[in-house]
């Protein structure tokens, strides 16, 4: 019986649909209802931000992987890719193109690169990226474009603040807070919908709960870190506006402004920097909760979720050891 | 300047108080050892290849200066002249062996011994012995995979590319022994280098029956016995269908490799034979047809 | 609610092409090969030798201690050979070779297909007869069933389960069984549950067999103390601690036994087996085996001797199509891929499944993503990504401390890992090494 070569391997012969392109490429889509609210609301500047962003995190890992480590080159598997788009939601939309450039660069190179590449990384590269672009050139990173519906404009437009900068600003001026919510530009509704000042990525609480709930049908985050995290600000801050309304943000006003829902739903809940186990999960995101809220409340910067996810990150190697799966069989006493 | 002036001071006392609390600590928490631990373990290679049985070097050192003589105490990566050089700094008789060699008891390359089926998984001998006899038809052959060339701490061998083979080289090879334990299969073996570094192996651990390991390889050992026959040092036995040298009892004089009909006996380092006449004549006749 | 395990699991696609095809018999091959060793545990030493005559049902090798088993010629013919034969280990292992010479079977096998009933034989009696007609686990684990009859002093057995689930996709050679011996399914497993003094039989069927579910149910009214329980589909609802969970929501303590919670579970086939053993002083020399796969033109269920060369269960069930490009002796999520068509059918041989040249191939491996989706679908609970990197830095105390033990390789962690990782391969290796530790600690 002439046949052609057996192939010969260890069991399982069979495997599900599950590929980590198909991950990544699916965490693309997801990010496709904000890209597209952040282009209809700053304009062709958001496009070009974001191309020039994934641009140069795939040119970066593909340079570092064949010239400097002389290896295969991995960049088909899409995880280049989701890091420029994070990198691109976490800017203002008129940052020099330059800076955004060395933001890849730290982002790519020595947040994931130098750690090992996919999967070895402690830290979530794009927020790496982030935070060394706010603390490198703080002017640039805090001064946000005004909205403007459908700008097309090539010229720049106007600068302006966002929410929680403003709230910042005006309860160290000592104004109450009464006060400020109603010289907001913004009301509840433009804030879920995108109509408000701030990086690409994070204005829109309504482009990014279709994204997350498009990940959650694909099975490729779980509701443990978004909903505990979510969960702890809103509980958090409304325990604050209980006891003093008028020097605290009510809760909604926080789960909608800021990078909250961004980092929440595609920051936090990347594989490769949060916890294995479930309660493991539930514990980070408690953790990230509290710490946004602290810095946002009393700290020096208007927002947290950056630093609160990286600083989560960095005890999740803990966390992991901590929380292990029960094992089958561990009870022992009872029969 | 007053600002320099305190600043100096402050620095300096601050230095010189940490220092005499290092100097204390150190003298307090000393630990007494036998100096000649520390001038033998000079002596030694210090690659901490565990060739010896020991610990590393520094365990290495403590053993030859507990024991009373060096015998059995060798350093394969050093080889005698390290053990020269202990043997002087404790005073004890030196140990002298027989340079060493780990040798590949496999000659089937991708040529000589094709592949019957496909194995897919990972590049680990351990992994691939443990779920079936390999890729060809030769249950006891080299599976190519490299688990040798990982556990080998002086990248002294390497798989080469064409045959799929190891391939030991000389100058690095110190004898330690991690290959061998490293191959699932038991086909390296820590051989004598032999005079000159020529030495003569059965390139070959297949124990089936003929017909079935030349079916498999055209360089097997078919356990004919013909080596075994024409040895005048009675240096190859033959068991389970398979000849082994003795290394010690042979001689070099390469009469087998000649008899062998599979060509499975391998002479390493010779020079090229002369050809004799009749050899001339054949090679000409098979030009002519 | 159907009962289920609640940790982990995953759910292949079931392909049951076989499903509701007959048994057929095979024809009687040329030749047979039998190895010495088809079942856990000492192998067997051979008591006849080259030349002698043999037939159908008589004993070849005898069992070489209390955790080993006997082996019985399947066929009538004369000893050709002792030898090393490939088999589906991957290795050459020692078979007696007999050339086939008509069908005589030894004179005191009941041939007919009579079902008949013996409630008069003692629990002894039927360990004994068990034993001597050399009955392992038929589920692919080919563990000697006298030993599992035989419960150890100081515990006892409330319960036995018979594994009817068949969880692997592919195989439906005991749905098959069932349909075609219920009863005499039922009256083994009676003798089992003698055998080892149960209180209650349960009999365990995923829910993807309803015709078997409603006629083993129809069945076991005509006895006392059986009840089928449906239970969900999901893998590895076969294996035995996830069986016992489901249905009687005992767990086996980590390294414990199935008894050490008063439970026997058994393969379907197995009191089939008992049945034959008991009833008809049948040996163990046949069994069911499902030959399928998604280009095979005839996928079925052929009872086949033992011993009988794949190529010819193949030819069977229509011929090898063109572009196979892996044949696998089991099913596909624990089953072993073969290096040839020559190899026998042995006990533990449940299925031969052929798969195409494009389900072949492993999925490309990446590095590891740490996306967590092995540890979710454990059924153990134990977390594979961890154990393949101990394996990989040889770190065995911490192996053994992280239960590496035990994990059933069941291979629902390669199945789901979105990178390819080859966990099972190094976490076998590490067991397989562990275990060598822990053995050689021992003495």
């Not at chain 2, 190519?144 to 799929?164: M, Q, R, Y």
Request: proline share 5%; with cysteine.
């Amino acid at each position: 019986m002439a046949i052609n070569r057996l192939t010969v391997s260890m069991s399982p012969h069979d495997h599900g649909k599950d590929s980590v392109k198909k991950i990544m490429y699916g965490v693309v889509i997801a990010m496709i209802p904000a890209l597209l609210v952040s282009i209809y609301y700053f304009g062709f500047d958001a496009k070009g931000e974001s191309f020039i962003a994934i641009a140069s995190c795939v040119f970066f890992e593909w340079a570092i992987q064949k010239f400097i480590l002389k290896g295969k080159t991995t960049v088909v598997d899409g995880s280049a890719i989701v890091t420029g788009m994070l990198l691109a939601f976490n800017v203002p939309s008129n940052l020099p193109w330059w800076i955004i450039i060395i933001g890849s660069l730290v982002a790519v190179g020595i947040a994931k690169m130098t750690f090992g590449g996919l999967g070895n990384n402690p830290f979530n590269p794009a927020l790496v990226g982030r935070v060394f672009m706010l603390i490198s050139f703080p002017v640039e990173m805090t001064s946000w474009p005004k909205v403007s519906v459908l700008n097309f404009a090539l010229t720049d437009a106007q600068t302006g603040a966002t929410p929680l900068a403003i709230i910042k600003e005006g309860v160290k001026n000592g104004e109450s807070l009464s006060s400020i919510m109603d010289s907001l530009p913004t009301s509840y509704v433009d804030m879920f919908l995108g109509n408000m000042g701030g990086s690409l990525g994070e204005i829109s609480a309504l482009a990014l709960l279709i994204g997350g709930i498009f990940m959650l049908s694909r099975k490729i985050i779980t509701w443990h870190i978004p909903v505990s995290i979510l969960g702890t600000v809103a509980i958090f801050t409304g325990i604050l506006y209980g006891i003093d309304p008028s020097k605290y943000a009510s809760p909604l006003f926080h789960l909608l402004t800021g990078g909250l829902l961004l980092g929440a739903i595609f920051m936090a809940t990347d594989m490769v920097t949060s916890p294995m186990s479930k309660m493991g999960m539930l514990i980070f995101g408690v953790g990230i909760g509290a710490i946004t809220v602290l810095i946002r409340v009393w700290g020096v910067y208007p927002e947290g979720v950056s630093f609160a996810i990286l600083i989560m990150n960095a005890f999740v190697p803990l966390i992991n050891k901590g929380f292990k799966p029960g094992r089958f069989g561990e009870k022992i006493k009872k029969q | 300047m007053e600002i320099i002036l305190n600043t100096l001071i402050s620095l300096s006392i601050l230095g010189v108080v940490c220092a005499v609390i290092l100097y204390v600590v150190a003298q307090k928490f000393k630990v007494v050892e036998d100096p000649r631990i520390d001038e033998s373990q000079a002596c030694l290679p210090g690659a901490n290849c565990g060739g010896c049985g020991y610990p590393g070097c520094r365990g290495f050192a403590e053993a030859c200066v507990k024991a009373d003589s060096l015998d059995g105490l060798f350093c394969p990566a050093g080889g005698n002249e390290v053990m020269k050089k202990v043997a002087e700094v404790l005073g004890m008789a030196a140990v002298e062996k027989d340079p060493q060699i780990a040798v590949v008891r496999c000659n089937g390359s991708h040529e000589k011994r094709r592949k019957t089926t496909n194995y897919q998984g990972p590049t680990s001998c351990a992994v691939s012995h443990s779920l079936y006899g390999g890729d060809t038809d030769c249950p006891y052959g080299c599976l190519g995979l490299g688990d040798c060339v990982k556990a080998c701490t002086f990248d002294a061998i390497i798989i080469d590319e064409e045959s799929g083979l190891p391939i030991v080289d000389e100058e690095k090879c110190t004898s330690c022994g991690a290959c061998v334990k490293a191959c699932p299969k038991a086909i390296i073996e820590i051989r004598d280098k032999g005079k000159k570094s020529r030495r003569i192996y059965v390139s070959c651990i297949n124990n089936d029956k003929g017909a079935e390991a030349k079916r498999a390889c055209d360089v097997a050992c078919i356990g004919c016995g013909k080596c075994a026959k024409v040895c005048a040092y009675d240096a190859i036995t033959i068991e389970n269908f398979l000849a082994y040298i003795d290394y010690e009892k042979c001689k070099l004089c390469r009469k087998c490799v000649a008899e062998c009909p599979t060509g499975s006996i391998l002479e390493l380092n010779f020079p090229p034979r002369k050809e004799t006449v009749a050899q001339k004549e054949a090679e000409i006749n098979e030009v002519e047809k | 609610m159907l009962k289920t395990f609640p940790k982990g699991g995953v759910h292949p696609k079931e392909n049951k092409f076989s499903a509701g095809k007959p048994i057929e018999k095979l024809e009687l091959p040329k030749q047979v090969s039998i190895p010495v060793s088809q079942h856990l545990g000492a192998p067997a030493e051979p008591v006849v030798a080259k030349g002698d005559v043999v037939k159908a049902g008589q004993l070849i090798a005898k069992s070489t201690g209390f955790v080993s088993a006997n082996i019985h010629s399947s066929v009538s013919g004369k000893v050709a050979k002792i030898d090393k034969v490939l088999d589906t280990t991957g290795y050459k292992q020692t078979c007696i070779v007999i050339d086939v010479e008509g069908d005589e079977w030894v004179d005191t096998i009941d041939k007919s297909v009579e079902i008949k009933n013996n409630t008069d034989i003692s629990a002894d009696e039927i360990r004994t007869k068990v034993s001597a007609c050399g009955i392992v686990g038929l589920g692919g684990a080919t563990f000697p069933t006298h030993v599992k009859l035989s419960v150890p002093a100081g515990k006892t057995c409330k319960y036995l389960i018979i594994n009817a689930v068949e969880c692997e996709p592919y195989l439906t050679s005991d749905h098959q069984l069932m349909m075609e011996k219920g009863e005499e399914i039922l009256i083994g497993s009676k003798l089992i549950q003698k055998a080892i003094g149960a209180e209650k039989v349960f009999i365990g069927i995923e829910n993807n067999k309803p015709d078997a579910i409603s006629h083993m149910t129809e069945l076991s009214k005509k006895f006392e103390n059986i009840e089928v329980n449906a239970l969900k589909v999901k893998y590895p609802q076969g294996g035995e601690k996830q069986l016992i969970k489901s249905i009687t929501k005992r767990e086996v303590p980590s390294g414990g036994l199935p008894i050490d919670v008063g439970c026997v579970v058994q393969n379907v086939g197995t009191a089939f087996a008992v049945y034959e053993a008991i009833i008809k002083n049948k040996p163990l020399f046949e069994r069911v085996v499902t030959v399928t796969g998604k280009s095979v033109q005839k996928p079925s269920n052929i009872l086949a001797r033992i011993g009988t060369p794949i190529h010819m269960l193949i030819e069977a069930a229509g011929g090898l199509p063109e572009d196979t490009g892996k044949i696998v002796n089991g099913g596909p999520m624990m089953g072993k891929a073969v290096s040839s068509v020559t190899v026998p059918v042995t006990k533990g041989t449940s299925g031969i499944l052929i798969f195409p040249e494009s389900l072949a191939d492993r999925a490309e491996t990446f590095t590891c993503i740490r996306c967590g989706r092995c540890t979710t679908v454990c059924p153990m609970g134990l977390e594979p990504f961890q154990l393949k990197n101990m394996t990989a830095a040889k770190m065995y105390e911490e192996l053994q401390k992280e239960r590496a033990l035990d994990c059933m390789e069941c291979g629902s962690c390669v199945y789901t890992c979105p990178a390819g990782v080859p966990l099972l391969d190094y976490i076998r290796l590490g067991k397989a090494n562990l275990n060598k530790i822990l053995r050689a600690k021992k003495s």
